[in-house]
């Protein structure tokens, strides 16, 4: 089924997010209304995003040089203004990829030094979404979060859907480490399992402890992981920045965990140094706590 949404921000990650939702493999769905910070335009059946793509940026540098209201001069079908914005609250689901607090629990504009008003933020009681996704850091207000929970509508916390970026770096980390190659695919295959299972213990989560909001549940799984991480590496008494020697904890998630691991046992038990380092270090791991009391 094809869906509508809108996007407010047609930067990297709105543009970027706009072309992966319209893309057949990903359901071919409409993007009815973008913005920048000349305001919002909108269509009602699908604004043409790769003839806008094209309108607003430099062709040699990919950099964007002109705004999209800019764009609604050439076709009088596309609205502008309160028109535009009123079509962004009400597609299937919205993808707020600006900035800060542009949902708030009520309407703000600002006047700016060309005499135009523009506005600062949505009301989350005007938006008719099915559900939406924090593509910004902080794009909803907490009270504009909780207006949203209250009406059912599903916001996907920032901190989960900007995830996947920091994953693939965790990944490029023990790459580099443990000097492998990943291709593309196998990589993009990896980040899906890796999202969808984070996804389905953030749900579990919320569920288990009765939670309102997406938000305070991936919060509190994002939490978890930590704490579990910090048991890992050498326990919760350690203080900040002292750790162990983890390197089969930092590889243990990646698409080539078993022959990295495999790798790092070899070098350790082909050098007796570095095995009686470890063996030493763990001892002292141990003591730390005891001789501390």
């Known amino acids: 089924q094809h869906l509508t949404f809108g996007d407010d921000g047609f930067g990297n990650a709105g ?4 072309i992966q939702m319209e893309s057949p493999e990903h359901g071919g769905h409409k993007c009815v209304a973008t913005s920048d910070t000349s305001g919002f335009i909108a269509k009602k059946d699908g604004l043409p995003i790769k003839e806008l793509y094209k309108f607003c940026h430099d062709p040699v540098t990919g950099k964007k040089v002109r705004k999209v ?12 203004g309160r028109e535009a914005i009123d079509v962004y609250l009400n597609a299937d689901w919205g993808a707020p990829a600006a900035s800060q607090n542009r949902i708030s629990d009520q309407e703000e504009w600002e006047t700016r030094a060309d005499g135009k008003e ?22 909803c207000t907490k009270k504009a979060i909780d207006v949203l929970a209250e009406r ?9 859907a900007s995830g996947g ?13 443990s000097n492998a190659k990943w291709t593309k695919e196998e990589v993009a295959v990896w980040l899906e399992t890796q999202m969808r299972t984070a996804f389905k213990e ?5 569920e288990k402890y009765d939670l309102k909001t997406f938000r305070d549940a991936a ?10 991480a910090m048991q890992l590496r050498g326990g919760l008494h350690l203080p900040y920045g002292q750790t162990i020697d983890a390197m089969p904890v930092v590889v243990s998630a990646t698409p080539h965990a078993p022959m990295v691991l495999l790798k790092k046992i070899w070098v350790v038990l082909t050098n007796l140094g570095k095995l009686n380092t470890l063996i030493l270090r763990n001892i002292r791991r141990w003591l730390r706590p005891i001789l501390a009391h």
């Open 15 to 18: 543009t970027n997010y706009i």
């Open 69 to 80: 209201t800019e764009f609604a001069q050439f076709d009088p079908t596309i609205l502008t």
């Open 118 to 139: 523009y506005v600062k933020a949505v009301d989350a009681h005007h938006v008719n979404w099915k559900f939406g996704i924090e593509l910004a850091n902080g794009p």
């Open 152 to 160: 059912d509508i599903v916001m996907i916390a920032d901190i989960y």
């Open 165 to 177: 970026g920091v994953r693939v770096s965790s990944a490029e980390k023990s790459q580099g480490l």
């Open 202 to 206: 953030i749900m579990a989560t919320q």
């Open 219 to 228: 919060t509190i799984y994002a939490g978890e992981q930590i704490v579990n």
